[in-house]
């Protein structure tokens, strides 16, 4: 979503309520660090300022954050927030994949829009791959759509040296490709 078509409101954090802006990568000075439950609402928030998530999407999001949230032991999910001064700026869900050995899923990586392009999806995905090769993971996977909406996302990922692994024609809907991006990690 280009910047221009947010409203004033849309660019401020839910928390402080002081406007974001584009910034380079050298100007933030925020940390990664796990879930917390104030965290909540504020990557709802991120998801929903995005434009490109539908509301099926968006439960999904809510109940792996809830997951996490509510059930410390799970092994299933693991939530980052990128926080910088009390405020979430971005996040990353990440699990293994079930029945494989070392393939993980990239389930979410979301930076609120009005710092698109500014280091922060980077970060989070460079503190994801270090994350899951300290899981022993060497494969990590990350699902996509085809839509127009997700040319950036995808942009995203090649950026970043994912190899599009898969697409599968119609499997979303009628028109909506499954893009299936992969990257193998080196130890």
């Known amino acids: ?8 409101a849309d660019l401020e954090s839910p928390v402080e309520r002081a406007p974001l802006r584009r ?9 990664i660090r796990p879930l917390m439950g104030p965290d909540r609402e504020q990557i709802l928030h991120i998801l929903e300022l995005t434009k490109v998530f539908s509301p099926e999407e968006l439960e999904i999001a809510r109940e792996l954050i ?3 949230l509510t059930k410390p032991g799970q092994q299933d ?5 990128y926080d910088e001064d009390g405020t979430v700026l971005g996040y ?8 494989t050995v070392g393939t993980f899923d990239l389930y979410w990586i979301a ?11 980077g970060a989070l995905n460079a ?9 022993g993971g060497r494969l990590l996977i990350a699902e996509t759509s085809s839509r127009p909406e997700y040319e950036a996302t995808r942009a995203f990922y090649r950026g970043r040296r994912y190899l599009e692994l898969a697409r ?3 499997y979303y809907r009628p028109g909506d490709d499954l893009v299936v991006f992969g990257k193998y990690l080196q130890p």
């Open 92 to 99: 990353t869900c990440i699990g293994p994949t079930p029945g």
């Open 127 to 135: 503190h994801v791959e270090r994350t899951v090769r300290s899981l």
């Open 111 to 121: 930076v609120h829009p009005a710092l698109h392009g500014g280091g922060v999806g």
């Open 66 to 68: 809830d997951t996490v």
């Open 168 to 170: 599968i024609p119609a």
């Open 77 to 81: 999910y693991r939530i980052d927030a």
């Open 1 to 8: 979503m280009p910047l221009a078509e947010s409203s004033a």
């Open 23 to 31: 910034r380079t990568p050298e100007e933030h000075a925020g940390h």
